[in-house]
């Protein structure tokens, strides 16, 4: 089993889970690993990412031994779902701290856009074996 792409998210945000739903979905090719940011796996892939502790409004992608963050992680996350996502590289042309500008703002108003429900719903028993502690 090959975890090479592996996304850590917030697992206690409404949003985040639908995410991770979402991306259950769109992930035709069953590539896509998910761990919380607040699990051992998480704290350690800060660490490399950052060099610093997870922060909940934050995404890390780890693909091909390295670590993406922010609007950098989404694009890549995205473009390797495949088919049509692949044209989201496009974003790349626009300034890093422009989008970051932008994820950092979805991040900080996540909560409000799902609803008050904050935990993270319960994973379909097909996909569970995606999910790493």
Same mark, same amino acid.
């Given at each position: 089993?090959?975890?090479?792409?592996?996304i850590f998210y917030d697992a206690t945000c409404g949003f985040c889970s639908r995410w991770v739903r979402f991306l259950l979905k769109a992930d035709k090719k069953?590539?896509?690993y998910f761990s919380s940011l607040h699990s051992a796996a998480g704290h350690l892939a800060s660490s490399f990412a950052s060099g610093k502790s997870p922060t909940p409004d934050s995404v890390i992608y780890y693909r091909n031994n390295s670590y993406y963050t922010s609007?950098?992680?989404?694009?890549?996350i995205l473009s390797d779902c495949g088919g049509l996502w692949k044209l989201v590289r496009i974003f790349q042309k626009i300034? +890093? *701290?422009w989008r970051d500008?932008?994820?950092?703002? +979805? *991040?900080?108003?996540r909560h409000q856009l799902t609803s008050k429900k904050s935990e993270c719903q319960t994973i379909p028993t097909n996909h569970i074996k995606?999910?790493?502690d």
């Open positions: 089993m090959d975890k090479n792409h592996v069953k590539i896509f609007s950098d992680a989404v694009i890549q300034p +890093v *701290a500008s932008v994820y950092k703002f +979805v *991040a900080r108003n995606r999910f790493i």
